[in-house]
């Protein structure tokens, strides 16, 4: 549920290409999973989703980056692979 709250937090839900891209603000974040999501969504760089241990965010980060859905398949959390679908649809 982490996930999802963070998400909003970043906008990602719904609004997704208007959020703010300044990677200078993510080391201000404590935890070092959403930190290195942060940076892969403000810097459009997958490389950086590589940081991330825990591996359903490493799978939703490389999709939404990438816009790539084929990710999602690696989620294991039901939730989450719908919404890493959801946000990597082509629009």
Same mark, same amino acid.
């Given at each position: 549920?982490?996930?999802?709250?963070?998400?909003?937090?970043?906008?990602?839900?719904? &609004?997704?290409?208007? /959020?703010?891209?300044?990677? *200078?603000?993510?080391? /201000?974040?404590? $935890? %070092? !999973?959403?930190? %290195?999501?942060?940076? &892969?969504?403000?810097?459009? !760089?997958? *490389?950086?989703?590589? /940081?991330? %241990? $825990?591996?359903?965010?490493?799978?939703?980060? #490389? &999709?939404?980056?990438?816009?790539?859905?084929?990710?999602?398949?690696?989620? !294991? !959390?039901?939730?989450?692979?719908?919404?890493? #679908?959801?946000?990597?649809?082509? #629009?």
């Amino acid at each position: 549920m982490r996930t999802v709250s963070l998400l909003i937090g970043l906008g990602l839900l719904g &609004a997704q290409s208007s /959020f703010a891209q300044d990677p *200078s603000q993510c080391g /201000f974040i404590s $935890e %070092s !999973n959403y930190r %290195s999501l942060c940076r &892969a969504l403000a810097e459009k !760089n997958s *490389s950086q989703c590589g /940081f991330i %241990s $825990e591996s359903n965010l490493r799978s939703m980060c #490389r &999709a939404i980056v990438e816009k790539d859905s084929s990710q999602c398949g690696f989620i !294991n !959390n039901n939730d989450q692979r719908s919404m890493c #679908r959801a946000l990597t649809v082509s #629009r």
